[in-house]
């Protein structure tokens, strides 16, 4: 049983400092090489179809915040996504477990009907919290890191198709191509205008980042870079990322997709990029052939657990 006294309660605007200090504090016990500004705290809170105040739920002692767990709902699958830190030292005292049952109650209150979350296979704790709430495993992700300093590039070879840089204003196209690409695949929620503008405008990322392919004005496919902005200051300088990687059905197994990567790896080299990130499905076969083939190496895992609102 838990041998503090806490309050679990709704997070207010004034709380963000005490959110914020909660990760740099839990870093220093976790050591997990991740930091994350304030601004990108702030950009996380602020994303459309998400209201801190009654999706991001906060345990409390003593005035200071030890702990939290959020609740993204993701309506169109009928899923929302969980997201949850308790202070080190407050751990195994039942803050999680308290606030999950505030969570589920926003759940149900929305209408979800499945919640998830993922965590990181060497993550011990939070695996042992899955298994107290009766979640389970459902499937794994891993991560890829490619060098990209010595990596030899191969020369792009269109055919059929152009790739140019996204443009303001065309926010749409992605929309268009995003939506077609992952229509039905395991864990997307199709997006709406306002989540593409909003992700294109985060830290690390412009609409120039986003690689575009086009048969005529249709765009067929997309490469998203970013450059990575959360982490280890010294860790991270001169990492990227490919965010999301997309062919329309109706084009692919004709070499679009790897020749959009292609572009966008290039992109990012002459950004001066070292080393690029992606993550992507482990049952995804076609995509980790195509990152394999370039050389990008699985570096760690993650793994999706999952429990029905009751």
Known sequence: MSDISFTIRNFHSDDFNGYVQLHIEAEKFDRSGRHISSRAFAEYLGRPNYSPERDLFIAETDGKILGYMSLTPELGIGRGLLDCLVHPRHRRKGVATQLFSRAKDRAKELGVEVIQFSIREANAAAKGLASRLDFKFIRHFLELKLDLCNTHLPDVKQGGFVTRQLRVGEEDKLLEIQNRSFLGTWGFNPNTIEEIVYRIHLSGTSPEDVI???????????????????????????????????????????????????????????????????????????????????????????????????
Request: hydrophobic letters at 35%; proline letters at 2%.
């Open 212 to 310: 575009m392919a086009f048969e005529g004005d249709k765009p067929i496919g997309y490469c998203w870079t970013r450059v990575k902005v959360e982490g280890n200051a010294a860790k991270i300088k001169n990492t990227g990322q490919i965010h999301m990687l997309g062919v329309d059905p109706n084009c692919q197994k004709k070499g679009i997709g790897k020749e959009i990567l292609l572009t966008g790896l290039a992109h990012l080299k002459r950004k001066d990029i070292k080393v690029v990130e992606l993550t992507v499905d482990s049952e995804s076969h076609a995509a980790r052939c195509l990152y394999e083939s370039l050389g990008f190496k699985v570096c760690s895992k993650t793994m999706w657990y999952e429990k029905a609102v009751e």
